[in-house]
């Protein structure tokens, strides 16, 4: 059964301390790996998609990786504005559809 | 702001009632999705349509129904609620056809069940 694991739950920060989410997988074949961020009462804000091992992006502060077994999201120096929910997604191969799997998400807190 | 609109924002209603949850995806997009977010769980899906046809079932009770129409919006229909189906109910939308392609989630449906 294809599976997503987020580590920390929750991690709270100061200001300008990096830090790194982690997003462990099982999927019997992975198409993508998605990151979104999501604030309390609004909708999963799309960041990035990942399709194979070794690759990286980057946007503003933020960098995430893949390996086949997982991928992090690391944050660095945030600002309080970078606190909100960030939630891991795979799309597994095979099959007629390209719906995501969500992780419960690690809610990350930064305090001025 | 995503380009995916779903309506109404928030809905309070009673026990054993129906509601219908509405969705316009993206312009341009096919394929639809409905999550449901409640407060001990994650994004669980529970829905995909393409193009008017359904394309994979989720975690989805038999009391939830959805469609998608010729003009490809789609709605959420809830029966016989529960207490327990309190939740953000998103839609979520994606061009379709393309291998591993983004896919715009909406800013969700409150459900209140009392």
């Known amino acids: 059964e294809d599976q997503v694991t987020q580590s920390p739950e929750a991690l709270r920060l100061q200001e300008g301390e990096s830090s790194s989410l982690n997003c462990s997988y099982t999927v019997s074949g992975l198409r993508g790996l998605f990151w979104y961020r999501q604030d309390p009462g609004k909708g999963p804000e799309f960041l990035f998609t990942l399709y194979s091992a070794g690759e990286e992006k980057e946007k503003e502060r933020l960098k995430a990786t893949l390996t086949k077994k997982e991928s992090f999201l690391h944050i660095t120096a945030p600002k309080p504005e970078d606190s909100a929910t960030y939630l891991c997604a795979v799309q597994a191969k095979g099959g007629a559809t390209n719906k995501l799997i969500f992780g419960t998400g690690t809610l990350l807190a930064v305090q001025p | 702001d995503s380009g995916v609109t779903q309506t109404p924002k928030h809905l309070i209603t009673a026990t054993g009632q129906r509601v219908t949850l509405r969705c316009s995806p993206r312009?341009?997009?096919?394929?639809v999705y409905w999550y449901q977010q409640s407060l001990d769980q994650g994004l669980q899906f529970l829905i995909q349509y393409y193009n008017g046809e359904e394309r994979a079932k989720g975690n989805i009770l038999e009391r939830f129904s959805a469609q998608q129409f010729p003009d490809l919006h789609s709605e959420l229909n809830l029966s016989s609620l529960e207490l327990g189906d309190s939740a953000l109910y998103f839609c979520a939308s994606s061009a379709g056809g393309a291998i591993g392609n983004t896919i715009y989630f909406g800013e969700g449906s409150w459900l209140t069940v009392v």
């Open positions: 312009s341009g997009d096919l394929s």
